[in-house]
């Protein structure tokens, strides 16, 4: 809702009437610190906007809240820390924003706009016994309540604690019961508010002038089903309905309903500047322009994505937010709109790292290409003359690069993607294509692998520890290049002229196993001597001397992990396909201490493939989240952490059991944790591996208010080592435990 005509008019002036087609910087995801690159400003539906002046916030799906603070223009990422959907956004003022969602589970307050939030009311935010449906805030302190079941709760220290008032009458809560539900309700003063209730049908609504001790019945027009109020000016509110809106211009003593023509499935929305307002509707194919005396109406249709929100910024700037993060912005009172960043296209299967750790490439189907050259802020689309999928692209400098196609096809540019020119690869079965620095291009073939140097033919490779491997991918780090397969690790460190074999972790110490039988899933070396392997069992392994001794890494948590990705021998990531039982969001796990903790991090909604997550440097990251009909990017300069750093630990009271010891206690033991600083219901996995089965078992498990202390029961039958892990909050980090081991001789 627009509020401060004077500084909106200033500020619409600098703005000028040019609307500009992009975003600005990189919207932040709401739960950690990876940003948008694609689409821009960001790809999650938006359900609910609320400015002050030309400061707006726009809250959606899956805890998405952003922030403009040029009416639109440009806007920032907040985090909120939260997942779930959010649905209503009260800008108390241009620092104090109060969002509501979750099914009523989920609100929460931040004084600094939008840097920090703080839940209020709700102690835990899944299945909440008392669910709020609507929050109205006064000042920034003074705020009331109302609860699903009717009651009323008020408070005057910014949410930090509530008195509890009357409740509304012909609710559940109330002396006198009933089956009436709370809408909505606005407050005109500290004391003084109105309180919208549906009742069937119909719609009632009830007044008090004494901080809700007292509440009269109000005369409402007959409605259908209220839907949502909106606060207009200090007299005038509107209610909105299915097919109708309500006014009052008298602080609700008399009401007006209006009839919209061209309601649709149902009407959401209302905002009024001047003497123009927008409505929005519930299946946002179209605004309806009117008058604030609702006279006339006229259809607009802004964009071809659905637009659920909109709102005035400005007496003429109107924003509209809606499906797939679509924003489009309007300089002449909602008459035509111009978009706000967008969408490069084309569907991609992984990422690929370019020639500097401020540049990558997303390789897509049908010939496109995608690049950033701008640490993740942009992208745009390239294309190889081919219709058959790309699979491999690599680039030895700014201008000079290679791509490969499904069917085996090579093509080379000289000009940084503007044209492309076909090369003979010299088999017909090349998967992956690289660069060795100088003029060195390397290719895996079905077998072995093929060379070339200064432009040549690409010739095998006739080194015995690779000519008949069957290898999979090569990783280039700086002088030194590692092939990998299946079963086979070899390093060169002479561009690919001669190779040495590193051996691979054995999974097992006994001395009667004489066969290997650990198959590689993915590997990444970070130096010719530091790597990572992920096997076929979900088992991550470290080497820090080119394969002398592996070491086994238990504190990934999980056996779900699809791809390594490493910028420095410490710090990369490990993409896994769920957390805890979250399997409908991309998580990735970061360690900066080379696999002795991993910290969860939430990306996004969706799933991220094999190949969706590569690691330029320690902090500079690149992640792809794909689906059937869209591909997300996104991009980290701070190794995917946002916040103040977080601390989690673990113990348990008996880390040692014979088996009659273990048999006496009924396998049963207590893992115990503290999440230093919690508020109270943080959602924390506990995971349990047994050693003799090399299964991993979680618990999700929700710290307490006081101190932050967990606990999680298991029933063990062998040795087992236990890892807690936490995704973070509004403000601080996610964070990982170290190894806690049981043992059972």
Same mark, same amino acid.
């Not at 005038?236 to 309601?263: C, H, M, N």
């Given at each position: 809702?627009?509020?401060?005509?004077?500084?909106?008019?200033?500020?619409?002036?600098?703005?000028?009437?040019?609307?500009?087609?992009?975003?600005?910087?990189?919207?932040?995801?709401?739960?950690?610190?990876?940003?948008?690159?694609?689409?821009?400003?960001?790809?999650?539906?938006?359900?609910?906007?609320?400015?002050?002046?030309?400061?707006?916030?726009?809250?959606?799906?899956?805890?998405?809240?952003?922030?403009?603070?040029?009416?639109?223009? +440009?806007?920032?990422?907040?985090?909120?820390?939260?997942?779930?959907?959010?649905?209503?956004?009260?800008?108390?003022?241009?620092?104090?924003?109060?969002?509501?969602?979750?099914?009523?589970?989920?609100? =929460?307050?931040?004084?600094?706009?939008?840097?920090?939030?703080?839940?209020?009311?709700?102690?835990?935010?899944v299945?909440?016994?008392?669910?709020?449906?609507?929050?109205?805030?006064?000042?920034?302190?003074?705020?009331?309540?109302?609860l699903?079941?009717?009651?009323?709760?008020?408070?005057?220290d910014?949410g930090?604690?509530?008195?509890?008032?009357?409740?509304?009458?012909?609710?559940?809560?109330?002396?006198?019961?009933?089956?009436?539900?709370?809408?909505?309700? %606005?407050?005109?003063?500290?004391?003084?508010?109105?309180?919208?209730?549906?009742?069937?049908?119909?719609?009632?609504?009830?007044?008090?002038?004494?901080?809700?001790?007292?509440?009269?019945?109000?005369?409402?027009?007959?409605?259908?089903?209220?839907?949502?109020?909106?606060?207009?000016?200090? /007299?005038?509110?509107?209610?909105?309905?299915?097919?109708?809106?309500?006014?009052?211009?008298?602080?609700?003593?008399?009401?007006?309903?209006?009839?919209?023509?061209?309601?649709?499935?149902?009407?959401?929305?209302?905002?009024?500047?001047?003497?123009?307002?927008?409505?929005?509707?519930?299946?946002?194919?179209?605004?309806?322009?009117?008058?604030?005396?609702?006279?006339?109406?006229?259809? %607009?249709?802004?964009?071809?994505?659905? !637009?659920?929100a909109?709102?005035?910024?400005?007496?003429?700037?109107?924003?509209g937010?809606?499906?797939?993060?679509?924003?489009?912005?309007?300089?002449?009172?909602?008459?035509?709109?111009?978009? &706000?960043?967008?969408?490069?296209?084309?569907?991609?299967?992984?990422?690929?790292?370019?020639?500097?750790?401020?540049?990558a490439?997303?390789?897509?189907?049908?010939?496109?290409?995608?690049?950033?050259?701008?640490?993740?802020?942009?992208?745009?689309?390239?294309?190889?003359?081919?219709?058959?999928?790309?699979?491999?692209?690599?680039?030895? @400098?700014?201008?000079?690069g290679?791509?490969?196609?499904?069917?085996g096809?090579?093509?080379? +540019?000289?000009?940084?993607?503007?044209?492309?020119?076909?090369?003979?690869?010299?088999?017909?079965?090349?998967?992956v294509?690289?660069?060795l620095?100088?003029?060195? &291009?390397?290719?895996?073939?079905?077998?072995?692998?093929r060379?070339?140097?200064?432009?040549?033919?690409? @010739?095998?490779?006739?080194?015995?520890?690779?000519?008949?491997?069957?290898?999979?991918?090569?990783?280039?780090?700086?002088?030194? +290049? &590692?092939?990998?397969?299946?079963?086979?690790?070899?390093?060169?460190?002479?561009?690919?002229?001669?190779?040495?074999? !590193?051996?691979?972790p054995?999974?097992?110490?006994?001395?009667?196993?004489?066969?290997?039988?650990?198959?590689?899933?993915?590997?990444?070396?970070?130096?010719? =001597?530091?790597?990572? &392997?992920?096997?076929?069992?979900?088992?991550?392994?470290?080497?820090?001397?080119?394969?002398?001794?592996?070491?086994?890494?238990?504190?990934?948590?999980?056996?779900?992990?699809i791809?390594?990705?490493?910028?420095?021998?410490?710090?990369?990531?490990?993409?896994?396909?769920?957390?805890?039982?979250?399997?409908?969001?991309?998580?990735?796990?970061?360690?900066t201490?080379?696999?002795?903790?991993?910290?969860? /991090?939430?990306?996004?909604?969706?799933?991220?493939?094999?190949?969706?997550?590569?690691?330029?440097?320690?902090?500079?990251?690149?992640?792809?989240?794909?689906?059937?009909?869209?591909?997300?990017?996104?991009?980290?300069?701070?190794?995917?952490?946002?916040?103040?750093?977080?601390?989690?630990?673990?113990?348990t009271?008996?880390?040692?059991?014979?088996?009659?010891?273990?048999?006496?206690?009924?396998?049963?033991?207590?893992?115990?944790?503290?999440?230093?600083?919690?508020?109270?219901?943080? /959602?924390?996995?506990?995971?349990?591996?047994?050693?003799?089965?090399?299964?991993? =078992?979680?618990?999700?498990?929700?710290?307490?208010?006081?101190?932050?202390?967990?606990?999680?029961?298991?029933t063990?039958?062998?040795?087992?080592?236990?890892?807690?892990?936490?995704?973070?909050?509004?403000?601080?980090?996610?964070?990982?435990?170290?190894?806690?081991?049981?043992? %059972?001789?």
């Amino acid at each position: 809702m627009y509020r401060s005509a004077t500084l909106a008019v200033a500020v619409a002036a600098v703005i000028g009437v040019i609307v500009p087609a992009t975003a600005g910087a990189s919207v932040q995801v709401s739960t950690s610190g990876w940003a948008w690159g694609n689409p821009t400003p960001q790809g999650n539906t938006i359900r609910a906007m609320d400015f002050v002046g030309t400061r707006g916030y726009a809250v959606g799906d899956d805890g998405t809240a952003l922030r403009t603070d040029d009416g639109g223009t +440009t806007w920032s990422g907040l985090a909120t820390g939260t997942t779930a959907n959010l649905g209503r956004v009260q800008a108390v003022d241009a620092n104090t924003v109060v969002v509501l969602g979750g099914d009523g589970c989920v609100l =929460r307050r931040s004084a600094d706009a939008g840097v920090t939030f703080r839940r209020i009311y709700t102690p835990s935010e899944v299945g909440c016994p008392d669910r709020v449906a609507a929050a109205s805030f006064v000042t920034p302190d003074l705020g009331y309540l109302v609860l699903r079941d009717g009651s009323v709760l008020r408070t005057t220290d910014g949410g930090q604690s509530f008195s509890k008032q009357t409740a509304l009458p012909g609710t559940p809560a109330s002396p006198g019961g009933g089956q009436a539900t709370p809408v909505d309700v %606005v407050l005109t003063s500290a004391d003084a508010g109105i309180a919208f209730l549906k009742a069937g049908a119909s719609s009632a609504a009830y007044a008090t002038t004494d901080q809700g001790i007292s509440w009269k019945p109000v005369d409402l027009p007959a409605t259908g089903g209220p839907r949502r109020v909106v606060t207009l000016d200090a /007299q005038t509110f509107a209610l909105v309905g299915e097919s109708e809106i309500t006014t009052t211009t008298d602080q609700g003593k008399t009401w007006k309903r209006t009839t919209v023509p061209d309601a649709g499935s149902g009407l959401n929305g209302l905002d009024c500047a001047a003497d123009t307002c927008v409505i929005t509707t519930d299946q946002g194919d179209k605004l309806l322009r009117t008058t604030p005396k609702l006279e006339e109406f006229a259809r %607009v249709t802004p964009s071809t994505q659905a !637009i659920f929100a909109a709102a005035f910024a400005s007496p003429t700037r109107v924003v509209g937010t809606g499906a797939g993060g679509a924003t489009v912005l309007s300089d002449d009172a909602g008459q035509n709109f111009t978009s &706000v960043g967008g969408d490069i296209g084309g569907l991609y299967q992984r990422l690929r790292v370019g020639p500097t750790p401020t540049s990558a490439y997303a390789i897509g189907q049908r010939g496109t290409l995608a690049r950033t050259t701008d640490a993740g802020a942009s992208w745009k689309a390239l294309s190889v003359p081919t219709s058959v999928n790309l699979v491999d692209v690599a680039f030895a @400098d700014a201008t000079t690069g290679y791509a490969l196609d499904a069917s085996g096809g090579l093509f080379k +540019t000289a000009n940084a993607g503007q044209s492309w020119q076909t090369l003979d690869p010299g088999t017909e079965h090349a998967s992956v294509v690289a660069t060795l620095g100088g003029d060195t &291009v390397m290719l895996v073939a079905q077998t072995g692998l093929r060379r070339q140097v200064g432009g040549g033919r690409f @010739d095998p490779v006739g080194d015995r520890d690779v000519a008949k491997a069957r290898l999979r991918d090569l990783d280039v780090n700086g002088s030194s +290049t &590692v092939a990998w397969g299946a079963t086979a690790i070899a390093v060169t460190n002479d561009r690919g002229a001669s190779w040495k074999p !590193i051996p691979r972790p054995f999974p097992t110490k006994s001395r009667k196993v004489k066969k290997n039988a650990l198959r590689i899933d993915e590997a990444d070396f970070a130096t010719a =001597r530091t790597g990572y &392997v992920l096997d076929t069992a979900g088992r991550v392994w470290r080497t820090a001397n080119a394969g002398r001794t592996w070491t086994r890494i238990d504190a990934t948590g999980t056996a779900d992990g699809i791809e390594l990705a490493f910028g420095s021998a410490d710090d990369g990531f490990l993409a896994i396909d769920r957390f805890g039982d979250d399997r409908t969001h991309a998580h990735v796990l970061h360690t900066t201490d080379g696999g002795r903790t991993w910290r969860p /991090q939430l990306i996004s909604l969706g799933a991220m493939p094999a190949g969706g997550i590569v690691a330029a440097s320690a902090a500079q990251a690149y992640g792809l989240v794909g689906s059937a009909k869209q591909s997300r990017l996104f991009a980290t300069k701070s190794g995917g952490d946002a916040g103040k750093a977080s601390s989690l630990t673990i113990n348990t009271k008996t880390r040692a059991f014979t088996k009659k010891g273990l048999k006496k206690a009924k396998g049963r033991i207590a893992v115990t944790g503290v999440l230093a600083g919690a508020q109270g219901g943080e /959602q924390i996995v506990v995971s349990a591996l047994d050693d003799k089965t090399g299964r991993w =078992r979680h618990q999700t498990v929700a710290a307490g208010a006081n101190g932050g202390s967990f606990t999680a029961s298991w029933t063990i039958a062998s040795s087992s080592r236990f890892v807690a892990q936490w995704a973070g909050d509004s403000g601080r980090t996610g964070q990982g435990s170290r190894v806690l081991g049981v043992t %059972v001789k």
